[in-house]
T-cell receptor
Framework: EDKVVQSPLSLVVHEGDTVTLNCSYE??????LLWYKQEKKAPTFLFML????IEKKSGRLSSILDKKELFSILNITATQTGDSAVYLC???????????????FGRGTQLTVWP | DTEVTQTPKHLVMGMTNKKSLKCEQH?????MYWYKQKAKKPPELMFV?????LSINESVPSRFSPECPNSSLLNLHLHALQPEDSALYLC?????WGGGDTQYFGPGTRLTVL
């Protein structure tokens, strides 16, 4: 049973469009939610969110977390072909009875930006 | 510097071979991780080391044997692998292990088992 669900699984847009990627989760002992961008190899870190309602921004990318409704969105404005990648959402938890944490990944959203 | 390095970048091995994957970080991180990622799937956690001790083993077959010689290095020893073990193997590290710390990933080793 998936603990982290991303939607859509695939998205095709044209340069200049704005996109919104969704991530919902259901975990115990939530610690943080992370967004990663994965092109051909390793995931590269984008954002870590721990508090509800506080938007994080980096250039054309922004993200926000709603801990009450258990979801996060990642917005990309004025998309470019270089934004084409898989965007992974991951939720970090702390194991009950220990301080050890682990990440649960969603399946990712494949974003394709056409020129 | 948030760099995690992994060697080799690519590895092709037969089912009877023994090989090792290496991972290194110099960020002073105390938690290190091995993930396996199949094509078009998210990374799957294999092992977690915290303070150089194995803390999580996600029921990984014994043909995968992790080792953490010191706080900067993490190895994954491979023996008698199967073709279905072909995947991208990712190493990650984080400052702490409590789930509130960002995990930084290495570039991965693309493993092919013939």
């Amino acid at each position: 049973e998936d603990k982290v669900v991303q939607s859509p699984l695939s998205l095709v847009v044209h340069e200049g469009d704005t996109v919104t990627l969704n991530c919902s989760y259901e975990v115990t002992n939530f610690r943080s939610l992370l967004w990663y961008k994965q092109e051909k190899k390793a995931p590269t870190f984008l954002f870590m969110l721990t508090s509800s309602g506080i938007e994080k921004k980096s250039g054309r990318l922004s993200s926000i977390l709603d801990k009450k409704e258990l979801f996060s969105i990642l917005n990309i404005t004025a998309t470019q072909t270089g934004d084409s990648a898989v965007y992974l959402c991951a939720v970090a938890t702390a194991d009950r009875g220990s301080t050890l944490g682990r990440l649960y990944f969603g399946r990712g959203t494949q974003l394709t930006v056409w020129p | 510097d948030t760099e995690v390095t992994q060697t080799p970048k690519h590895l092709v091995m037969g089912m009877t071979n023994k090989k090792s994957l290496k991972c290194e970080q110099h960020m002073g991180h105390r938690a290190m991780y091995w993930y396996k990622q199949k094509a078009k799937k998210p990374p799957e956690l294999m092992f977690v080391y915290s303070y150089e001790k194995l803390s999580i083993n996600e029921s990984v077959p014994s043909r995968f044997s992790p080792e953490c010689p010191n706080s900067s290095l993490l190895n994954l020893h491979l023996h008698a692998l199967q073709p279905e073990d072909s995947a991208l193997y990712l190493c990650a590290s984080s400052q702490g292990w409590g789930g509130g710390d960002t995990q930084y990933f290495g570039p991965g080793t693309r493993l092919t088992v013939l």
